[in-house]
Structure formats: C-alpha cells, structure tokens
C-alpha cells in the first residue's frame, strides 16, 4: 500500500490541493496528513495551516479519498492530544497513525483511550544512545526502565507489540529508521 505523508504546513489553503491530479492519475486512494516539523533550512514556503484545515480539505476537494491523520502521544498531555484526535475526526479523518511507542504500558493507556477508532501503532528501532538521546529531546519521549537501545531490544518489543496487535485485531506498522533493514525484519517475523 501507498500512502503519501502530507505535511499541512506545505499546503496554501487559498490554493486547490496541489497533489489532486497526481494522486487521481496514479490511483493513490488514501494519505496521512501530519502536521510536520518546521523546516531546517527555509528554501522553500510553508504556511501557517494545521492538520484540521488540509483534512477538511481533502474532504471538500477528494471526497474520495481516505485521509488518515497522525497522533503525537508525546506532544502534550494525553487530555489535550485525546482533543486533537476528536476535532480531527470531525474534519473528516478515518484514521490515525502513531507516533511509535516505546513502552507496552503507555501503548495500552492510549488503545483504551481511542477504543473504537481505526488506528495503526507505530513501532520503531532505536539502536544507540544517541538514537535514544533524540528521541528524548526532539520527541519528549521517555523510555522504560528496561529499554535498551539494541537490535535484540528492538525487535523483542516489535514483536510483543505484533503478538497484542493480533489478539485484538489492531494495525501496527513498523518505522525502521537508520537501522539494517533485512535483520530488523528478519527477527521481527523470524
């Protein structure tokens, strides 16, 4: 499956959507719209558009597409991010993407608290301190007790997180980030 990340910070809500035509052409029928983080560099123009704005316009303009939406368990409380996801919803969104989770505890307090709605839940590697370092600062997670940042770790929590998926009929989808792909997947569905 194909699913383009649209970043609502690169969308002029004075202007159709850009990617109409092409999505249309290629058949592309779902996307996840995402916030985004603020450029590093500003070569290039963003506006000044939330996640609400470009949902309810992929409403109005692609009608028929599935527009997913993401979850930042991190950001703030989960009473402000519990708001978010529900005035994302009444935008029109279907579904949700996580940010991935780090600790089975922390994962199962927010699957009670979004019982009902279709949701994926991210997973992703963490294999250094300083992998684990950015995590912390850029994303506020906070790690368990008994996180190690190492493939075995990894891969260990990837698939616990796999086993609870299926026993409740949950999505999950996996973010391998600077890791060796072949021997992540490979232990996760050895």
């Known amino acids: 499956m194909s699913m383009p990340h649209i970043r609502a910070m690169d969308i002029d809500l004075d202007k159709e959507l850009p990617m109409k035509d092409y999505l249309r052409a290629h058949k592309i029928g779902e996307v ?7 450029p590093q560099r500003m070569t290039h123009a963003v506006y000044p558009t939330e996640s609400t704005d470009v949902i ?5 303009e692609m009608p028929e597409v599935k527009v997913y939406a993401g979850i930042d368990q991190y950001r703030s409380s ?3 991010e519990l708001y978010r996801v529900r005035r994302k919803v009444q935008a029109g969104a279907s579904g949700f993407f996580t940010q991935p989770f780090f600790d089975h505890r922390f994962l199962e307090m927010y699957a009670d608290m979004l019982d009902g709605l279709d949701v994926y839940w991210g997973v992703s590697p963490v ?7 950015y995590w912390e600062r850029k994303n506020q ?14 891969i260990g929590f990837a698939r616990q997180v796999m086993e609870w998926a299926d026993k409740r009929d949950a999505s999950l989808y996996l973010m391998p980030i600077r890791t060796d792909l072949e021997e992540y997947l490979h232990g996760v569905f050895a």
């Open 78 to 80: 989960m009473r402000h």
């Open 32 to 38: 996840l719209v995402i916030q985004g983080d603020p």
């Open 141 to 154: 997670v906070i790690f368990p007790r008994s996180f190690e940042p190492t493939l075995s770790w990894s």
């Open 56 to 60: 309810r316009k992929f409403r109005e």
């Open 127 to 133: 294999m250094s301190a300083g992998s684990q370092s």
